[in-house]
T-cell receptor, first 112, second 113 residues
Framework: DVKVTQSSRYLVKRTGEKVFLECVQDMDHENMFWYRQDPGLGLRLIYFSYDVKMKEKGDIPEGYSVSREKKERFSLILESASTNQTSMYLC???????????FGQGTRLTVV | AQSVTQLGSHVSVSEGALVLLRCNYSSSVPPYLFWYVQYPNQGLQLLLK??????LVKGINGFEAEFKKSETSFHLTKPSAHMSDAAEYFC???????????FGKGTRLHILP
């Protein structure tokens, strides 16, 4: 059974903190994605990676960075958390041949 | 750039009635198209996908969608709604030359008893 695992379901952080969201997939997928989900706005792509150490900006990269040192792990970093980054964050992975994305359960981040 | 538009942020249907969720896409080349479902407090689950084979695609839980190139549409249907179908549904587009997957804003489906 395919699996994408996000390290935390719920997270509360203070404004200005550096925040790491971790995602691991066990399917040997080339592509990995970070989305944020907000009511009425759907899923918006923050960053995606198509290979180890490769990354590409999505639609809303400002305030975020990513790291992919190993194929199975893709980290989202909030350099200095702000209250407008309070959201649900979803990680996904895909195989170029099959195209569909597999999602983790999501991390609900609250910045206070 | 590719994009999808979902018409209606909320749709209500009676139990047993037809479900129709609308999705239109924008792409310069024939795309891959997907419908995902999200139940409360869960991640997204694939319902079905179109990848240039048959234009009528059957998915899980009795859902199906038809790719219509002339209308740039990929509407999701189910003949008879069930209470368990209440969820949020997302249409998405990607490829074939781009592995990024772009999502619509979602449609929340409400089932009335």
């Amino acid at each position: 059974d395919v699996k994408v695992t996000q390290s935390s379901r719920y997270l509360v952080k203070r404004t200005g903190e550096k925040v790491f969201l971790e995602c691991v997939q066990d399917m040997d997928h080339e592509n990995m994605f970070w989305y944020r989900q907000d009511p009425g706005l759907g899923l918006r792509l923050i960053y995606f990676s198509y290979d180890v150490k490769m990354k590409e900006k999505g639609d809303i990269p400002e305030g975020y960075s990513v790291s992919r040192e190993k194929k199975e792990r893709f980290s989202l970093i909030l350099e200095s958390a702000s209250t407008n980054q309070t959201s649900m964050y979803l990680c996904a992975s895909s195989d170029s041949l099959n195209t569909e994305a597999f999602f983790g359960q999501g991390t609900r981040l609250t910045v206070v | 750039a590719q994009s999808v538009t979902q018409l209606g942020s909320h749709v209500s249907v009676s139990e047993g009635a037809l479900v129709l969720l609308r999705c239109n896409y924008s792409s310069s080349v024939p795309p891959y198209l997907f419908w995902y479902v999200q139940y409360p407090n869960q991640g997204l689950q694939l319902l079905l996908k179109y990848t240039s084979a048959a234009t009528l695609v059957k998915g899980i839980n009795g859902f199906e969608a038809e790719f219509k190139k002339s209308e740039t549409s990929f509407h999701l249907t189910k003949p008879s709604a069930h209470m368990s179908d209440a969820a949020e549904y997302f249409c998405a587009v990607s490829g074939p030359r781009d592995d990024k997957i772009i999502f619509g804003k979602g449609t929340r489906l409400h089932i009335l008893p």
